[in-house]
């Protein structure tokens, strides 16, 4: 789509390398982080977020070993999920900005 492309800071971006799932919870120091027996991410089943809020996976690292088109229409999935938390967000904070100046 034309204009529709832009750049996101980020404080880390990971790529997909590799057959076996890394101690993501301990390189990152995120305990927090689930993972399940086999050390794939448990993300939420359709929204594809992780156990940490606002972290969303897909592909091989929740899968599994698995075929390219699945990581292709997860990718796309969880894009769609990150899209719909970022706008929640932007609109949450924009209704706290409208009540901050509604209250001045």
Do not use: Y
């Not at 204009?3 to 390189?27: R, W, Y």
């Not at 809020?53 to 599994?64: E, L, S, T």
């Amino acid at each position: 789509m034309p204009d529709s492309s832009f750049v996101i800071q980020a404080d880390l971006v990971i790529k997909a390398l590799g057959f076996d799932p890394e101690d993501l919870p301990g390189d990152w120091k995120a305990p927090e982080l689930a993972v399940t027996k086999w050390g794939t991410l448990k993300v939420t089943p359709g929204r594809f977020e992780t156990s940490v809020p606002g972290v969303f996976a897909g592909g091989d690292i929740v899968r599994g070993a698995s075929l390219v088109v699945w990581a292709i229409r997860d990718g796309r999935e969880a894009a769609a999920e990150m899209h719909q938390f970022l706008s929640a967000k932007e609109n949450e904070t924009a209704e706290q900005a409208a009540r901050l100046v509604a209250a001045e």
